[in-house]
């Protein structure tokens, strides 16, 4: 069974080099590995030093790499949708459905499904024993996470209501037998089968899609990271994010306190820093039980390259050194 | 002969058409209110009304053709909906 790590943080904290991190030191112990970046801030390439925007790139012996377009993949969506809609059905032309369109590719929750989507896609292959996803900001992968389960909520109400209009179909067949009825001008017969309703078929898919999203995001297999600072506004912002995954049913596996600075004799201007970090570590161990808090330090340079990252793989990710 | 009985048949044929399309009249309106407010749940992106995920309305939105056009027809009698409903009981 492939294994899946999401690593999920504010925007910033090094979330993308912790996560190329860990998928290159999996890789490097002979487990097939796919590390795939959702965010559209696009720095997975520069994390790596290799182009792999849009496509799924070779990066070593067992490590394949990606970045996804989010933008581009809403588009292509759309676009589709567009085309067969405007040739299955001809009355839509009256409607002006680019302008549907415009409004979809802007509504709330649509970077969201594209993300979803991207993760359903990705979980599918099966020719990986790992997959390490890199996340947007955590508010957005928050609700992704979420998405299956409140999905679910609207998908039953939904296919509650079409039963009962394929039972009414149903009662006016009984009576006059086929229901006819004029669809953009033809006369076209209206089924009450639930096989053969095409609304209630991909309601039904879609519910099977996200309950199998909604429990392997709870399974054993799905591991959720939090990568964050030893700052007092990143330990309120990670505690919101364990509330929030907690409601979801997912739980957190491991905390990585990131950039954190050893330093034994600190000069006067990062005392109050120091402090604060020390503070913030207590807090941490006190109110984020059961969960790993794991520190890396703050590092003389920021590492590019799979050999820089899998040096921070071996020296700090890999006995999960613990706080 | 023969035709006189084709016209009799013919007759009750329609008579019998006529009162199974009465008798399940209300039940027609009933089926196009919940089409449309199935219509209206799934497209209320539209007019600003609480939606479902969009990825869902994105997958419905090509077998909508039904409905798309019960909910158009309903908006545009939307004027005098109180009239619409004295003539679903035959009101005048």
Redesign the interface.
Known sequence: MTNIYFFLGKGGVGKTTISSAWAAGLAKIGRKTLLVSLDPAHTLSDALNVMVTGRIKRISDSLDATEIDIDQMIQDYLQDVSTTMKSTYRYLSTLNIDRYFNILKNSPGVEEYAILEGIKEFVSKDEYDIIVFDTPPAGMMVRVLGMPRVSLVWTESLIAMRRKILSRRRMIENVQGRFEADVGGEKVVLTSEEKEDPVMQELVSYKNEMEALRNLFSSQSCKVSIVTMAEELALSETERIIGALKEFYIPVEKVYLNKYMRIENPPEEIIGKIEEQGSVVMRMKEELKGIDIIEIPMLRSSPRGVEVLLALYRDYLKEGEKV | MRNLFEVIKGFFKGVDRGM??V??SL??N??EE??N??AL??MG??SGLP???????????????????VMMSKSSGLFDAFGSTMGKFSVD
């Open positions: 199974r399309e008798s399940t039940i027609q009933e089926l919940y089409e407010a199935f749940l799934t992106f539209l939606s479902p995920p969009t990825g869902l309305v994105i997958r419905l939105f090509p077998h909508m053709q039904r409905e798309i056009q």
